[in-house]
């Protein structure tokens, strides 16, 4: 590799007198360099993820992203407003059953950052004994945890236990399409995921999202293995940097056919 760094250093050097960019194919990356510097582009299925001096690089503020922001807002409150009259049989009967089945409240809630780091209380459907819920979050559950009620297991394998965000949407502290909120003092591999992934707080330039690119291509769940857990943030990195209504709708799909139709749960 470090051959082809050099080759691609001549190149600058032999094409800079034009004007012109040099470039540097591996797999799934490409190295760019012009007279700013060097940007390196990662593939995060099918996203560009560009870097520069080894963070991401900032999304450029133009007039049609900040449109595409105002769309974005106005999808969120019409489909989520809409899912909630839609849904309100469900959630009725949900809470009936959890309230049923065993002992505490309806619905879970805890804190955790939002758009800048900004807090906001996440609601979801418990699914967990009341004197089993962990309001941190650090401790992740696992397959068979048995914190988790008959119910709940149901709720989270159908994803149905996320539907009360749909509120946290309606009001906007979340948008359909976004980084999942994560807890503070997430743990990824044991340690602290800004350990694992310096740049793991730029994906608080989006409100959080009820799905995400990362989610949409099957990365979720225990943050226990290393490559995976940092592909999950450079992808939201590259949603955010490539962030469109059209990409929220592709992902709106993407996670229907994966998330509930495979009943895989988020």
């Known amino acids: 590799m470090t051959d082809a760094v050099d080759g691609f250093d001549d190149q600058f050097r032999t094409n800079r007198h034009l004007g012109v960019s040099a470039y540097l194919t591996t797999d799934h990356e490409i190295y ?12 995060q299925s099918g996203l560009s993820l560009t870097f520069i001096g080894g963070q991401p690089a900032a999304p450029v503020e ?4 900040s449109t595409q922001l105002a769309l974005k ?15 309100s049989p469900l959630l009725l009967i949900v ?11 309806v619905l879970f809630r805890q804190t955790r950052p939002g758009l800048n780091g900004e807090p906001f209380e996440l609601l979801k459907f418990r699914t967990m004994r009341q004197d089993s819920c962990d309001l941190s979050g650090i401790k992740q559950t696992t397959a068979g945890d048995p914190r988790v009620t008959s119910v709940g297991r149901f709720l989270r394998a159908t994803s149905i236990d996320e539907l009360p965000q749909l509120w946290n949407i309606v009001k906007g502290d979340m948008s359909i399409i976004g980084p999942r909120p994560m807890v503070y003092g997430m743990l990824a591999v044991g340690r602290d995921y ?10 608080l330039l989006m409100k959080p999202g009820l799905s995400g690119w990362a989610q949409a291509n099957g990365l979720r769940g225990p943050t226990d293995q290393a490559a995976s857990a940092k592909a999950r943030i450079d992808h939201d990195c590259a949603y955010i940097q490539n962030f469109s209504v059209a990409l929220d709708i592709k992902i709106i799909i993407q996670t229907l056919q994966r998330e509930f139709v495979s009943g895989s749960g988020l």
Do not use: F, N, Q, W
């Open 95 to 105: 809470g009936l059953l959890i309230k049923l089945t065993s002992k505490g409240g």
């Open 194 to 203: 800004h350990e694992l992934v310096p740049y793991y707080d730029y994906r």
């Open 62 to 65: 133009t007039r049609k992203r």
């Open 32 to 43: 760019r360099r012009d007279g700013a510097g060097y940007y390196v582009e990662r593939d």
């Open 73 to 87: 807002r106005v999808m969120d409150v019409v489909l989520a407003g809409g899912a909630l009259v839609a849904l």
